[in-house]
Nanobody, 121 residues
């Protein structure tokens, strides 16, 4: 069973920075892509950034130039560096993994538990 453990959320003033981390653990799985989504209060979950294995990264327009997604394949970990944070970035941030369970050759789509990011004015 694959699990994702997130860390790095918190409270920060506008203009500040935070770095989120998400580590995947489990047995016999491969990763196609990892990404970050967020759910602002009262709104639906939305894509923030995604990094496919060996491919180009993709960002929501609202975070381009401020957020950077990166990945350490050896550690099965994805990071989200968030700079120049704005109050509208306030949300619960979720890590996502798309991959393959090798034992059954079935696709998997796993979510982390979420971490709160609050940006104050």
């Amino acid at each position: 069973q694959v699990q994702l453990v997130e860390s790095g959320g918190g409270l920060v003033q506008a203009g500040g920075s935070l770095r989120l981390s998400c580590a995947a653990s489990g047995r016999m799985f491969s990763i196609n892509a990892m990404g970050w989504y967020r759910q602002p209060p009262g709104r639906q979950r939305e894509l923030v950034a995604v990094i496919p294995r060996g491919g180009n990264t993709d960002y929501a327009d609202s975070v381009k130039g401020r957020f950077t997604i990166s990945r350490d394949n050896a550690k099965n970990t994805v990071y989200l560096q968030m700079n120049s944070l704005k109050p509208e970035d306030t949300a619960v941030y979720y890590c996502n993994l798309e991959g393959l369970a090798i034992a059954t050759m079935t696709r998997i789509n796993i979510w982390g538990q979420g971490t709160q990011v609050t940006v104050s004015t």
